[in-house]
C-alpha cells in the first residue's frame, strides 16, 4: 500500500502561481502511474494531468494544459503540480491519486489510493 500526502496549496489571485506536492510513503511510487484530479464544491472530482511511471508520458485535462506541468522525482518518492495562470475556476481541492494500471487513466475510480486533498483558491 501506498499513503500519499498532498501539499502546497493556499489562496492565489488570479494569474498566479503554485506548487503542489504529493509526498508518498509504505512503497515506492515508481510501481505506479501518478495522477492528480480536482473537486470544487458540488462538482465531480476531474482529472488534471497524469503522468507514466518514469516520468512519461504525461497528459493533461483541455483546461489545464499549457497552463499546468506535472513532474515526479522517484528519488524523493513526490509527485508535483506546477500550476500557473491561475484562474477562479481552478478553485478545488486537489488530490493526488496512484494507479497500479500499465495505462494512465483519467478516472477516478481507476485509481488505487489517495491523499486528504490540499485546498486551492483562485481570488479574481
Known amino acids: 500500500q501506498v499513503q500519499l500526502v498532498e501539499s502546497g496549496g493556499g489562496l492565489v489571485q488570479a494569474g498566479g502561481s503554485l506548487r503542489l506536492s504529493c509526498a508518498a510513503s509504505?512503497?515506492?511510487?515508481?510501481?505506479?502511474?501518478m495522477g492528480w484530479f480536482r473537486q470544487a464544491p458540488g462538482k465531480e472530482r476531474d482529472f488534471v494531468a497524469g503522468?507514466?511511471?518514469?516520468?512519461?508520458?504525461?497528459t493533461y485535462a483541455k483546461s489545464v494544459k499549457g497552463r499546468f506541468t506535472i513532474a515526479r522525482d522517484n528519488a524523493k518518492n513526490t509527485v508535483y503540480l506546477q500550476m500557473n495562470n491561475l484562474k477562479p475556476e481552478d478553485t478545488a481541492v486537489y488530490y493526488c491519486?496512484?494507479?497500479?494500471?500499465?495505462?494512465?487513466?483519467?478516472?477516478?475510480?481507476?485509481?488505487?489510493?489517495w491523499g486528504q486533498g490540499t485546498q486551492v483558491t483562485v481570488s479574481s
Open positions: 491519486a496512484a494507479d497500479l494500471d500499465v495505462i494512465i487513466r483519467s478516472t477516478s475510480g481507476n485509481y488505487d489510493y
Open positions: 509504505g512503497s515506492i511510487i515508481s510501481n505506479y502511474n
Open positions: 503522468i507514466g511511471r518514469s516520468g512519461g508520458p504525461t
